[in-house]
């Protein structure tokens, strides 16, 4: 069997978004599960709209959702050589032309077409006149004027097409510039592309491109056109419905661990399983598992999944992604075992990033003020009282974990009388400034012995004498 290969081939006139990032993902994994080869390729011929700071956009967020490829990133703006040797070997084999009809002739083709009840079509006015090369010339594919070409898809089925309909398009324009579909098939033949998987808004050029690779003697790739992804409401994806780039995810704290496993359940199934790790989605990916219906983005399930994967994942897989969001609010945080501990408190009530880093600040700043409400009903003398012996008793621990902890607890709330709540709430606005937080007892492990008691100390300092007992 030959080493199955693949290709993502984004244009560089914008953003990675949902759509193109599925795409990227499918090629990807089905080349990952068959241990071939994925190559990416920019399609830069459009001069006017293709820019770096696009090309950029697109290496970022494939490297951020951890797609990788094996050969690239090849550019077509830099072959144009290549596709000019395929097209003169296209026209010396009688299997293209060269076209001097007028942008005006074209147009009264068309509506002479049109008005006919036909589709409007170029008329193959240039098509046995044998022109020679001009500078107003462009390359025209001579279609089969008869028969079928069949697009044989793997995961739509047998689609026929009537070459009657299809026109003699071109190739090459007349400043030498490929067209698309030479474009393409050029690249795929040459890259060695065996399978194509992509969205179904490019099964029109298929036929066209199967007629190349015909002409050119090579072998048609296999192609899985793959259903658009809708919105809700069932309209084609847009911004308004949560479809942004890529890199805006990042930006809102998503895990792309996350974003990889919702974007391939949008077209993909294995069973009733939701919620697959990337690993586990190399091993089980197959076209055959890819669905004919569009898959329907709803950023409601991408959140509650990203919870889950921020939930499971080790904190050692977190910290990266957590640290550019600690930054962002002054917090000069390192990847160390501090940091590992802080995430494994607060994954678990974590959505996203954000929520984690807002949610961590307490452990690398100590609170300066206290919530004026949970103050006034948690720092009242007696809980001030269980304070003060509280940070008596845990001068004396040498262990400061949950098992040592609870015993000391439990000794504060035989003296004072006090329920486990009016001891750990005041204990808790202490250490973080706010009434909710991470667990009490897995929270002062984080922090440490000398840590707690120091905010504790600062606390009962702050709040004595205050009859209000508000900061």
Known sequence: MDT???????????????????????????????????????????????????????????????????????YQ????????????????????????????????????????GENPRYDGTCREKGLPASSDAVVRFKTPIAGNTILEDVIRGNIVFSNSE????????????????LAVVVDDITMKINTIIRGDDHISNTPRQILLYRAMGANVPVFGHVPMVLGDDR???????????????REMGYYPDALLNYLVRLGWSHGDQEFFSKEELIEKFSLKNVGKSAGVFNPEKLLALNA????????????????????????DAREDKYLHRVICTLKARSKTFVEMAEGAL????????????????????????????????????????????????????????????????????????????????EMMEVLGKGETISRIQRCIAVLSGKSDASA
């Open 4 to 74: 199955i290969i693949t290709r993502f081939p984004p244009s560089p006139t914008g953003y990675l978004h949902i759509g193109g990032a599925r795409t990227a993902l499918f090629n990807w994994l089905y080349a990952r599960h068959n241990r071939g080869k994925f190559i990416l390729r920019i399609e830069d011929t459009d001069a006017v709209r293709s820019t770096k700071e696009s090309v950029d956009a697109i290496f970022d967020a494939l490297a951020w959702l951890g797609i990788d490829y094996d050969e690239g990133p090849y």
């Open 77 to 116: 703006s830099q072959r144009y050589d290549i596709y000019s040797a395929y097209v003169e070997e296209l026209v010396a084999s009688g299997n293209a032309y060269y076209c001097t009809c007028s942008a005006q002739r074209i147009e009264e083709m068309r509506q002479a077409a049109k008005a006919r």
């Open 166 to 181: 299809i026109d003699d398009f071109i190739i090459r324009r007349s400043d030498g510039s490929p067209m698309y579909n």
């Open 235 to 249: 309209a084609r994806l847009s911004k308004r419905h949560g479809a942004m780039s890529v890199t805006a995810y």
């Open 308 to 331: 889950q994967h921020i939930h499971s994942a080790p904190a050692e897989r977190l910290a990266p992604h957590l640290l550019p969001f600690l930054s962002e609010r002054g917090i």
């Open 362 to 441: 307490f452990y690398y700043i100590a609170p300066q003020s206290y919530d004026e409400k949970g103050a006034k009903k948690f720092l009242q003398p007696e809980n001030i009282e269980a304070l003060v012996k509280l940070a008596y008793a845990l001068s004396d621990q040498d262990a400061f974990d949950e098992k040592s902890l609870a015993p000391v607890f439990q000794k504060i709330m035989d003296e004072t009388g006090l329920g486990f709540g009016k001891i750990a709430q005041p204990l808790r606005l202490a250490l973080v400034g706010k009434t909710v937080s991470p667990g009490i007892f």
